[in-house]
């Protein structure tokens, strides 16, 4: 078998090739423009076996490896770095290191989303690329971003005039003093030009709103995800595209850590020092939690807003009312992190909810003993 520990970068690719049967190591450079790599790797016995780390610009040589039947196996990039002893770092010292990794049975394997998933974080608020994929498309991330840059401008010309409507100036009344304000041949020019920027934008974004609320509709996990207050069709679908098989995560602690909501620890000496989240996850739906606990705070009992008489007359304060005694009323915006880790532990039994049996109580350590955040379904 051939085993192919492969440093690659936009242009070009380091390998260090070994072939198991004879022991011989090559190593070279392999060029992409001129279709070198594709005649290099179409020359392999098949099956080979690739080694490469997560990195960007990588789509069209994924693609290619498996239509030639070839293994491609993506690898965490914090871990293979931290697997290097040596200090001096050069292309064939990476691929050499990434090809012992893969001889040594040591290679940090990560699970990859198929490409048909990867494409629908296209329609989500910003790209998280999960897998070997750059954060390059977030076509809806950038239209939301135009549609905010158009309305600032035009906003900036009716308060030029003395009219401030905020949020209402989006609406039928306001759109029509916006263009009955008397301005100068080029303002005016600017704002029909801005105004028809609009009307493709807001054109634009609504078919995308619905290609997403559809997209969620058709993913069993995300509509399962919905059921929880809070969680719309983007926080839905993120979440089942970012989680996968739930089957990976043996149990919720897993997932939070997963997600970059576990709290950061330099703890010895028998004393436990424990800092902010340590944001190791995916930051999309990571703020997309955040967003959600907010309503999910409001709307669910048991994560009910801060309210410290009606807490003192319970015999179970909520999760933010906990919070609220043990930090004082602002618990913004760590009370928000604290519930958007409950929430991912509820989201968590959600999806290893089966038949119409009630979730386990989400509990994570240090949770008190009574299951503040379980999960039950409604009796058909």
Known sequence: MIIIGCDFHTRFQQIAMLDTETGEIVERRVEHETGEAQRFYAALPVPARVGMEATGYARWFERMLREQEHELWIGDASAIRAARVRQQKTDARDA??????????????IWVSSPAERDLWQLLPFDFAHGPEPVEGRHRDKLVRFRTSVRNQLHAQAMGEGVCRRKKLWTQRGRQELEALALGEWAGRR????????????GSLEELDQAVAQQAASQPAAVRLME??????VTGLAMALAVGPVERFPNSRKLVSYLGLNPREASSGGKQRLGSISKQGNCLVRWLL????????????????FDR?????????????????????????????????KLAVRLYWQLRHVGAQPSPPARTQGSSPSPVVGVTRPTP
Request: proline share 9%; hydrophobic share 40%.
């Open 191 to 202: 704002r029909r030009e801005l105004l028809e920027m609009l009307d493709r934008l807001d």
């Open 290 to 305: 955040v967003e959600a606990a907010q309503t999910a705070a409001r709307k669910d009992p048991q994560l009910r807003p």
């Open 309 to 341: 008489l009606r807490a003192v007359s319970e015999v179970e304060p909520r999760v933010y009312q906990r919070l609220g005694f043990r930090r004082g009323k602002a618990v913004v915006p760590q009370g928000g992190m604290a519930i958007a880790r």
């Open 228 to 233: 929880q207050p809070g969680v719309g069709p």
């Open 96 to 109: 050499l290191h990434l090809l012992h990794l893969l001889v040594e049975n040591r290679f940090p394997r």
